[in-house]
């Protein structure tokens, strides 16, 4: 059964740092493309960065470049997103996405059709 869990959300001061984790079950995260998306109170679902080949190969929203980071850690099968120097702009429902060739939302040449639950990050000024 593929599962997709996240945590490490919370609320913190803007400039302040997070690291989000997605431990995958079902299938080997590393084989796949995996991605993290964000959805913003009121806003749609926006593609935050994505990650394939291993781990070798990372794409970033421009809104986050520089200051987010996606990483695999293979031997646990997880995904992470390092984000620093966050803003306020950056509060929203952030989800973790797994690319299982069934078709779904497109984001940098993958299709995200498994899903998390998600996790809140809040950021105040």
């Known amino acids: 059964q593929v599962q997709l869990v996240e945590s490490g959300g919370g609320s913190l001061q803007a400039g302040g740092s997070l690291r989000l984790s997605c431990v995958v079950s079902?299938?080997?995260?590393?084989?796949?493309?995996m991605a993290w998306f964000r959805q913003a109170p009121g806003k749609g679902r926006e593609g935050v960065a994505r990650i394939y080949s291993g781990g070798v190969v990372t794409y970033y929203a421009d809104s986050v470049k520089g200051r987010f980071t996606i990483s695999q850690d293979n031997a646990r099968n997880t995904l992470s997103l390092q984000m620093n120097s966050l803003k306020p702009e950056d509060t929203a429902i952030y989800y973790c996405a797994a690319d299982l060739s069934f078709g779904g939302s497109s984001f940098a040449g993958c299709s995200l059709d498994a899903w998390g639950q998600g996790t809140l990050v809040t950021v105040s000024s």
């Open positions: 079902g299938f080997r995260s590393s084989g796949y493309c």
